[in-house]
């Protein structure tokens, strides 16, 4: 049924600087799209079903534009490491156990079951090499009524023998059979191309990619300027580039022609954000993840400022959580500390802008999601903000900041995607 009248309070961002709260609104659901929100129910819907909310908060569904999910295993696990020890002492032993599919069947309904309950009505999910789990996880996704991109991992370099595809040749066949067999499945699961990163793939495998790209019309998912060591690593693999993103961008895979998401982008400089804002590439900020691994703060005001796309990203496992609300308070204490300590010229984020990475911004890549504004796609959560107890009276924005900064999904009763309500 995506015919409907939800009843509440609705908030949402009317652009990246302003929150716009409408109390004891009537949001309307028209084929699974915003037709817009009522002060006062107009005639014309008065005969759709209506279901009211009474105090609690509406809010749109929020999008989680980087997450591994075989890393749900071992979250909250191995936070004392930086990347490249941390690929090979945590994640990559993890990764390899999804060759067994009882392991993968067992894990990723853990993990599916998690994104159902939580914040997130959108996601772009990396899995692993192995193709027929990732083909799991997608049954899986698509069984949790979240909208999502899902990408089986390449990667036929420097990895361990236990994790590592044997040829580029190799790596590239699975992966268009994988597309042949998933691109037309599902209805919410689509594939998308997952180089996991440039010392993960020989030059052979990336121009494969690309060739798959152009192929099957397909979006890219990756990883940008995350680490120190990485971006050096980078730079001694690919000696023409001028920068991380140039390299990505020689081997066709930094947008342009096709949607793109990098992850990370913490150590990005002035070219490389000019390159991602003139190619549409979408920056997946994930605060939780660059604290733990220690790799830094990135420059997420500046990212906005030169008109990049952001979303906001959990990155499970190295990001310890999925839930959204604490990525999006993380982000505002990571500006912060990065304005203190680094760089004056780009202003700590804003509830409101913060809000809207994690709804508008990441939503942007699928459509027109992530607002209440007519015409977006109805993806939106029910909170019951009543009890995080409090003693004073406190109005809509407040209710919505402190709902921002204290929330799980023990708060959420409802969440819609597309206008199919999953609980
Ligand atoms: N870079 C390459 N692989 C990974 C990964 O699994 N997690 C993070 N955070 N960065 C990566
Ligand atoms: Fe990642």
């Given at each position: 049924m995506k015919n409907f009248v939800i009843k509440g309070n609705a908030c949402w961002?009317?652009?990246?600087?302003q929150i716009h709260c409408e109390p004891n609104a009537y949001l309307v659901c028209e084929d699974g799209v915003c037709a817009g929100v009522f002060h006062e129910l107009p005639e014309r819907y008065a005969d759709l079903p209506l279901t009211d909310f009474g105090d609690k908060l509406i809010l749109p569904g929020m999008t989680d534009l980087h997450v591994h999910a075989p890393q749900f295993a071992f979250?909250?696990?191995?936070?004392?490491?930086?990347l490249m020890d941390w690929l090979k002492t945590y994640a990559f032993p993890e990764e390899a156990?999804?060759?067994?599919l009882v392991y993968a069947d067992r894990a990723y309904a853990q993990f599916a079951d998690q994104l159902r309950r939580?914040?997130?009505?959108r996601a772009a999910v990396f899995a692993t090499l192995h193709v027929p789990a990732t083909e799991l996880l997608m049954e899986k996704m698509e069984a949790s009524g979240l909208i999502s991109y899902v990408g089986k991992v390449n990667m036929d370099r420097n990895g361990p023998d236990y994790l590592c595809e044997k040829s580029a040749q190799e790596s590239l066949e699975a992966t268009e059979r994988w597309i042949c067999d998933t691109k037309s499945k599902f209805e919410r699961t689509h594939p998308i191309l997952t180089p996991r990163f440039i010392p993960s793939c020989t030059d052979e495998l990336m121009h494969g990619i690309r060739r798959l790209v152009e192929k099957y019309d397909l979006p890219v998912q990756s990883h940008l300027s995350e680490n120190f060591s990485e971006i050096e690593f980078v730079q001694s693999l690919c000696r023409?580039?001028?920068f991380y993103g140039d390299a990505y961008d020689r081997y066709g895979l930094f947008g342009g022609d096709h949607r793109c998401i990098m992850a990370?982008?913490?150590?990005?400089?002035e070219a490389e954000i000019e390159l991602m804002r003139k190619n549409g590439v979408f920056a997946a900020h994930s605060p939780l993840s660059n604290a733990n691994l220690s790799s830094g703060a990135a420059p997420v005001g500046k990212l906005f400022r030169e008109f990049v796309n952001v979303g906001l990203a959990s990155d499970i496992a190295a990001g310890?959580?999925?839930?959204?609300f604490r990525s999006i308070s993380a982000a505002i204490r990571a500006s912060k500390l990065r304005w203190r300590?680094?760089?004056?010229?780009i202003y700590p984020l804003t509830v409101s802008q913060a809000f809207y990475i994690a709804t508008v911004g990441g939503g942007k890549f699928f459509g027109?999601?992530?607002?209440?504004?007519?015409?977006?796609?109805f993806d939106a959560i029910v909170v019951?903000?009543?009890?995080?107890?409090?003693?004073q009276e406190l109005d809509l924005q407040q209710r919505l900041e402190r709902t921002l900064y204290l929330a799980d999904d023990?708060?959420?009763c409802a969440k819609y995607v597309a206008g199919t309500r999953l609980f």
């Open positions: 961002n009317e652009n990246i600087e979250r909250g696990l191995g936070m004392d490491m930086e156990k999804y060759k067994d939580s914040a997130t009505t023409d580039s001028k990370h982008c913490v150590h990005s400089g310890e959580s999925e839930n959204l300590m680094l760089d004056q010229e027109k999601v992530g607002s209440f504004d007519p015409g977006y796609e019951d903000d009543a009890t995080i107890p409090h003693p023990r708060h959420l």
